[in-house]
Each structure stands twice: as C-alpha cells, then as structure tokens.
C-alpha cells in the first residue's frame, strides 16, 4: 500500500463477520463491542448467559450479534462453531480467541484436576478453532486471528503453572499459523493484556496490599478499562493490519517494563 492509498476507511469492519468465544462476558465484551462498533456482526459462544446486555450494546451499533450456548471442549465443538457462524452471517473474517479459565493454587498442590481443564479449554480450543477457522480463511484469501495471551505469556505465573503454559503457549501457536497462513492474506495476532478491572480482579483490587502491589507494576498507575482493549481489536482485525502478522500486542499500561 502507497502513502497515497491510506485511509481510515482501513480500520472499517462493514461487511465483515466475526467469533468472539466469551464474547458477552469481561474481556471478551469488550472485543465483542468494539468489533460491532467498526461494523462487523458478532457471533458469540458462550456459556453464560448475561441477561441481553452485549446484544443491546451490539445492536445499538447497528451490527448484529448471534450466540450459541456451547462447551467449547466438546467434540466437534469447534467445527460447529465456525459453522454455525458461516449459517448465520455467511463468512467468517475474524476470530477472536478470548474464552478461557484461571484456576489459582501453590505448585505442590496443582495437580492434573486443575491443569486438564485450563489446556483443554484456554489452548486446545483456540487451537482446534483456529484451524478449522484458518482453513476457510485462507480459501477466501483474507483473515484475522487473534489470540488472547496474557503477561503470564512473558512472565512465570506464581501459583498458576496451568494458566501461564497456556499463554506461553497461545504465543507459540501464534507465530507458528503466521509462518504458514500469512502467505494467503491471513494474519495471525494476539493480545496480552495486563492487569484489569473485572470481577475476576475485584478481590485483588478490594485488598489495599495487592491492589498496591499490582499499582506499583504498572506506568500507567492504573488498573486497565475494558475500552483500553477496544482499540488494539480494532486494529488488529481490520486491514490497517494487514502487514502486522505474528505479533503480540501487550496492552498493559506499561507493566512489562518494570
């Protein structure tokens, strides 16, 4: 693209179709809402139901929003998902990784009943949705993946080994489907975002001690908002990006660099 050729028509979504798995709850609300706000329809799978508030914020956009009550880990949970998609809107452009678990607890008690459910549901599904996804991408000459990986992608992860080999893994798998789908027009991103303010947090947040801690860590001298992440969706899934493959967005406040 020449200098000439830019325009911020680039970060338009009109006419594009998108997953967001845990698109109506914490993070992945707000992915689900900044797509819609660029102009793409949502199709959300989920296992929560959040009384209708992500349709509302969707639909005041004028975008549509689908969801699907599913178990992501399930057989074939994956392929019906993509499917399901491509039946509702008739295309799949975007994806975006964002369901997933976090199970806390000390190595020495950390044991196969916390670990199979986190790589099942926070590697082996993204994974699975990715390939399945990736294929109709690439067929179609264009698509956007992004993963959602975490600052426990760079950084241990005290008492939660299932959690950060998940999101070191997430950015494996990032970079592995950009090396081999980037020649068909289709880039392969993610997001790592850091400390935010959602119910997963609220305890953190509500003890003067860890909520210090936390502070302490990041430049920004805040807890993120969920309009923080809205922005990077945007970007990543739009053509703005379309030189931008492999990559790992961290949206942190500037956490890493401390």
């Known amino acids: 693209m ?4 830019f325009s911020l028509d680039l970060f338009s979504l009109r006419g594009r179709n998108a ?3 845990g698109g109506n709850t914490g993070l992945g609300r707000a992915f689900t809402v900044a797509l819609a706000k660029a102009g793409a329809n949502v199709f959300a799978p989920t296992v929560a139901d959040d009384g209708g508030t992500t349709r509302q914020l969707v639909e005041e956009t004028g975008a549509r929003l689908e969801t699907q009550e599913i178990d992501l880990t399930g057989p074939g949970a994956p392929e019906r998902v993509v499917e ?5 809107f008739g295309s799949v452009d975007v994806l975006v990784n964002s369901a997933g678990i976090a199970e806390l ?3 020495a008690e950390f044991g196969r009943q916390q ?9 082996t599904a993204p994974f699975e949705l990715g390939w399945c996804a990736g294929r109709r991408m690439a067929q179609q000459g264009r698509g956007k993946i992004i993963n959602i990986a975490s600052l426990f992608s760079f950084l241990g992860g005290r008492s939660s080994p299932a959690y950060a080999a998940t999101k070191h893994g997430i950015v494996g798998f990032t970079r592995a489907y950009c090396d081999e789908l980037g020649a068909h027009n289709v880039q ?6 850091g400390y935010f303010a959602t119910p997963l947090t609220e ?3 509500a003890d003067p001690a860890q909520n210090q801690r936390v502070l302490e860590h990041i430049p920004a001298a805040r807890w993120g908002e969920l309009g923080d992440l809205m922005g990077a969706t945007v970007f990543l899934a739009s053509r703005a990006s379309d030189y931008v493959n492999g990559h790992v967005l ?3 406040g500037g956490y890493l660099t401390r």
Do not use: E, G, K
Request: net charge negative; aromatic share 2%.
């Open 115 to 123: 670990w199979d459910p986190m790589i099942a549901l926070n590697l």
């Open 203 to 205: 305890r953190t947040r």
């Open 105 to 107: 607890a000390p190595v």
């Open 2 to 5: 020449d200098i000439q050729d």
């Open 84 to 88: 399901s998609c491509v039946d509702a």
């Open 250 to 252: 961290s949206v942190d």
């Open 19 to 21: 997953i967001v798995t």
């Open 188 to 193: 392969c991103n993610a997001i790592a975002p």
